[in-house]
Each structure stands twice: as structure tokens, then as C-alpha cells.
């Protein structure tokens, strides 16, 4: 009676502006979100503040109270944001040793963004939210969006580029993918986690125009557009206050500015203090390294900030109980958003349909950066022997770097992906070429691989150059590896240069082999030295258990690379911005002010006329375009006009094939200094061999915008606007001006 009695002055409550209906005794409908609003109120008025304070910590390593007595399930989380997770112990990173917890293996975040096609975005969303579905997982800690500001980042394979814009666009569907499964996206690491190093400590200063510019366009979008149902706090400081309880970032922008009506979930360990996680806007604190977790202590997760330390607070009366409500709000209508949502689906795990997804992303991000003499793809005519070398064309990478690492259900090397691929074809060889790392391991799991060889250097690189004189084609295979100092969580890389003396071995090799090609695993930019020895490149990413059959399927030609670079690959580290001028890393007094400011990727290299080795916006395709003269509708704009612009590209080769054209934005005359032109519009085009088709940007008031730090509020200035359209930041194609009046 009590209960239902509540529910109707709730209801009541809510419907205010439905009261003359209801008076007139009217059928009253409520939408589905009035209707989680009342089934949240209803739930919290009968919650005790035990139960309360249960809700707002974790319980194990990955999952949280629900309230049993009332019906409330458990929320628990998986990461993200390539796959399922393993399943653990309950209070330990160890696995549980499950025997059907092994999940389809996406590629990383960083090949997604090279797709540059928001409808793989979307595809990888709907794919892993099924996933986490199936598995009962109602939280996906992910995407990633934190911006590329340095290529020693351990983390950026994570993530989705240098480009705010393109970020944005990428990771929305994403999200919505996720959550149309009933499983919340819960985007990370909210804001300014952009390196490893210290990164517990780090304490980032970085200006407001920067700050909102750069950094926070893609968390906006993915609250604002994506209605992402959750977001993570980083692990560093921004301005002296963790992220996790920063009141900047979580009160004043996140709910006040973006009106996110989601749980903020801490990163794990990322909470320091009780008083600032109650009052800033912190909504569930996890992983936060009390004594218990690391010797097992049975009440640890009574330890936490937000455990018995809120409740003594809440108790004494020292806090009030509406501090927790707040919380416990955002908390319930998570819960009612998707694990109470009846007409959720179920979800699929490691299915077919999944592996087909991974391996269209993993063939549609390949980027082929180089491609002399149309090395590529390999004539199977032609070619009776072809030389594989490079320990990355047989190591597993789906185990280690991090929390990303996945127990995938299987994964194919690059090496057996060409060996099916090709058949009786043509005969392989394979030569390790160099040793790296010969086990992975993470949280318990183990690669199974024992890839030791104690043969020296000089005997590894003899035996390849062997192998590559007497081969038609060479295939070297190499780049990073999920191993802690390359593309790996908790630190970053030591430097731009390949690892394990590979830069000697391809110099050797293309000596040995004119017809060599060299495939990057990586999730970060690398140094070339030997860019001009060699014919062809291609930057083929972590692309997961489809790795080998996306791999052979792009080197045999039955699918034609359309990846763009999401970010700029320099040709050393002083010419990227953060190490020129930035403080990066600064590990003395741990205050970093990005002094490079809005300048980061290719807005450095434009602003200080650098040449990057590969720019941002870069891909070769095996066909060729041609841009025609671009147009526009209108020559002047203002208010809320939109402006099209308009190319033909037509295909000029004899392969269909997909062009990515973009549209950069340059403000002619602003009263701030701008970037010399930055991403607006992009638009991905399939193409057959002689067809054109005409491709439309639409620019409206956001694109010429800038944020005014004096005034907090974008801007845009009437003058002239270029729109660049370009195959890349450096290769632009056409230009046409107009004016914002
Ligand atoms: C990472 C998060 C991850 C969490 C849980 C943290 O160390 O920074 O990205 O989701 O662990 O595994």
C-alpha cells in the first residue's frame, strides 16, 4: 500500500504539466524516460543509507552493490574497449578460470579511427556491446577518446587520434551501438590523460581555449550527442584536483555545461579523498588500492573514500544525505536504463557475425602509407616464392598491454593469414629476422607462446637477408607490442625509434629485396629512418582475432586500403609540439602545462611549416583519384546558414576503391590565433574504376567557430573562411572562400 502510494505522489510529482489531462481523468502516458525518473525516485525513497553507501564503491574488482532487498541488481563492468574482458576473481586481477569467458578480439581504437567511417563506428559499438550483453556485463569501460598529443603515449592505441573532430565523429556511434544493447558506453579517461608516465600524479595545467578546443570535444560528444550513460575520471590532475574529483571538469562542465545525467565512475584507484569525491561530482569510486586489495583483506572495500568513511561522515550529520542521493540517482538510472530494462536484448558472444565485424574494421582502418613502383598488391602471377620476416607476423598481441588485454577466442597471426590466404599459391618462408619480447602475459593469462631464439643478432639478420634474396616478395612484419615500454598501459615508450635493432634488419633486407614491404603492428607513430629504402608501407594496427586473414586479404588485393592516418606520424620528436615546447614528460616537479597549446599534430606542423613524415589525413589506395574544382551554394553565411561544399572525385584506376575526402576549415581573419586550418568535414566515397561521384560537406556555424576563453563561449567572427579540401592535412586538392557576415 505504502509502496504504492509512493510511487503516485511520484508520479504526480513528475507530471505536473500533465495535471489538467489527469483531472479530466485522461489516459496519462509517460515516456520511457518520466518513467525511469519514477521507477529512480520510487527506488530511492525506500533505500536505507547503508544501502545507499553500498551502491557508490565497488564490492569486488568489477562490480558494485545492488540492493537485493528491493530488487536492484548488481552493476558490473568489463573492460573495453576492444573486447570482453576475462572473467576475474572476485577481489583480484587473477582470472577465474572460466572456460567460456573467451571473447572476439576487436581491432584497437586506433584502426577504428582510421576507418574514418562512422558506420564502422557503429558496427564495432552494436558487435562489443552484444558481447558485453551476453555476458551480463551492464558497463563497458569504454571507448577511449583522450587526445594523441605525443607518440610516446603508451595508451594511444586506445584511443582515437590527434583530431577533436574526427574523435567526435567516430566515437558517438560507438556509443550508441553499445547502449542499444542495454549496456552503457563509459567513456574514458575524462580529461587530460595523455601519457603513462605519472600518470597517478601529473598535475596538468593547459589554457581554457585549448582545454575546450582540443581535449574536451569528443567527451562533449559523446554526452551530448552519443548520450553516453557513463563516463570515467582520469588518474591525473588537472589545475591541483584529480580528475576524479575535480569540480571543474565533473560539476561545472560535465553536468553544468554538458548536462550529463550519467554515473561518473572513478578510474580504478583513482580516488585520494573522501570530502572532494563526495562534493565534486564523483559518482562510483572503484579499484582504489587499500591494504585489502593487494593482501586480501575481507573488509576492503569498507576501506574505500566512499565506504564507511561517507557513512561515518553521513551519519554524524556532518554530510547530508542528499550528497549521497545524488549519486545513488545517477546510479539507479543507470540500473533502470539497462540491466531493468525488459526489452533489452541478449546479446551474442564470439559469434561469426562478430568475426566478420572485426575483420571489416580491421581491412577498412589499414592505412598504406607508401606504395613505389605498385609493389603492392602482390601479383600471385607473378610470384612463385614470397619471404615473410618479423616476429610480429607470428606473436599474439590480443595478451598484454593493460587493462585492454583480451582472452580472445582465437587469433589469427599475420603469418598464418598469408599461408591460408595464399595457398599452393606460391611458396612462404618464414625468418624470425630479430627477437623482442617471447612470452605476453597479463592478469593471469598467458600468450602460451615461447617465441626464445638465442641465436645472435648478426645470425638472425644473415638468415633473413638469405631468405630475402632468394624470394620474389618480402614481407616484413614488425613494429610494436603490447609489452610494458611500447604500446602498453602504466608507462610510456622510450623513444620514436622501432624497438630491437628492426631499423638495421629493414635497411638490410632492402638491400637484399627491392620488392620489400614493410607492415607495422603499432598504435602509435614511429620513426623511419629507412622511409626512402623501402617501396611499400603499410600501417596495419592491432587489428585483433581477425589480424591474419584483414592482413592477407589487404596484401593479396581483394580488398583495397581506404585508411586515413588518425594521427601525424612526425619524423622525430622535436617536431611534435609537446616535446618542442610542451613540458613533456615533467617528471620533476610533476606540473605539465601544455605550452603547445592548441598546436597539437598537425596543427604544429602547419603552424611551424614542418614536413611530417606521414601527415595526418594520409592513405594510398591501390587506385587513384582525381579531384575536380570544388563549389559552393553560397558565397556569404550567417546565423544559422549552412554552407555545402561540393567536389567530383572520380576514380582514374582500374580498381574500385574508397576515397576519404576531407574539408579543413582556415579563418582568414580572427582576432585569436587560430591553427593555420583544422578538420570540419569528411566524407568516405566508394568508387568503381571510372565513376565519379560528387561528395557534399555541409560547414555550419560550429565549423568557423572558436572558443573565446574571455567571453567562455564559442565564437565565430564575421571574415572570410577558406574550406580546404584535401586527400590529407598536406595534400589539399582545391579551396573555395566565403564570408560570415
Ligand atoms: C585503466 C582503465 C580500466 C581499469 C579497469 C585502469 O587501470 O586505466 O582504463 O578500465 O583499469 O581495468
Known sequence: MIHQFKIKIVLALILVSSAMQAQHSLPVYLDDN??????????????????????????????????????????????????????????????AGWTNDSCMAFPALTCLAATWNPEMAALYGKSIGEEARYRNKNVLLGPGVNIYRTPLNGRNFEYMGEDPFLASCMVVPYIQGVQKNGVAACVKHYALNNQEVDRNFVDVHVDDRTLYEIYLPAFKAAVTEGNAWAIMGAYNRFDGQWACQNERLLKTILRDEWKFDGVVVSDWGGVNDTKEAIYNGLDMEFGTWTDGLTSGVSNAYDNYYLADPFLKLLRSGAVKEE?????????????????????????????????????????????????????????????????????????????GGGSSSLKARYEQSPLDGIKQRIGSQAEIVYARGYVGEVSAKQDGLASGQDLSDDRTPAALTAEAVQVAKSADYVIFIGGLNKHEGQDCEGADRASLGLPYRQDQLIQALAKANKNLVVILISGNAVAMPWVKEVPAILEAWYSGSEAGNALARVLMGDVNPSGKLPFTFPVQLMDVGAHSVGDYPETATKDETYKEGLFVGYRWADQQKIQPLFPFGHGLSYTTFAYGKATTDKKTLSGTDVIKISVPV????????????????????????????????????????????????????????????????????????????????????????????
Not at 518513467?35 to 547503508?50: F, H, K, N, W
Not at 551502491?55 to 536492484?72: D, N
Not at 560550429?702 to 577558406?722: I, Y
Request: charged share 30%.
Open 650 to 741: 572520380k576514380n582514374t584506376g582500374k580498381r574500385a576503391g574508397a576515397e576519404i575526402v576531407q574539408v579543413y576549415v582556415s579563418d582568414l581573419e580572427a582576432s585569436l590565433p587560430r591553427p593555420v586550418k583544422e578538420l570540419k568535414g569528411f566524407q568516405k566515397v566508394w568508387l568503381n574504376p571510372g565513376e565519379e561521384k560528387t561528395v557534399t560537406i555541409t560547414l555550419d556555424k560550429n565549423a568557423l567557430s572558436f572558443f573565446d576563453d574571455k567571453r567562455h563561449e564559442w565564437v565565430v567572427e564575421p571574415g572570410q573562411f577558406e574550406a580546404l579540401i584535401g586527400s590529407s592535412s598536406a595534400n589539399i586538392q582545391g579551396k573555395v572562400t566565403f564570408e560570415w557576415k
Open 34 to 95: 518520466q518513467l525511469i525518473e519514477a521507477r529512480v525516485e520510487d527506488a530511492l525513497s525506500q533505500m536505507t543509507l547503508e544501502e545507499k553507501v553500498a551502491m557508490v564503491h565497488a564490492q569486488s574488482k568489477f562490480s558494485s552493490a545492488g540492493v537485493r532487498r528491493l530488487g536492484i541488481p548488481e552493476n558490473w563492468m568489463t573492460d573495453g574497449p576492444h573486447g570482453i574482458r576475462a572473467e576475474v576473481l572476485w577481489d583480484e586481477w587473477d582470472q
Open 323 to 399: 550528497e549521497v542521493d545524488k549519486k545513488v540517482r545517477n546510479i539507479l538510472r543507470l540500473v533502470f536504463r539497462t540491466t531493468m530494462n525488459r526489452s533489452r536484448p541478449f546479446g551474442s558472444f564470439s559469434t561469426p557475425e562478430h568475426s566478420e565485424a572485426g575483420r571489416r574494421i580491421a581491412e577498412e582502418g589499414m592505412v598504406l602509407l607508401k606504395n613505389d613502383r605498385q609493389v603492392l598488391p602482390i601479383n600471385l602471377i607473378a610470384a612463385k616464392k614470397i619471404a615473410v620476416i618479423g616476429e610480429n607476423a607470428i606473436k599474439m598481441m590480443t595478451i
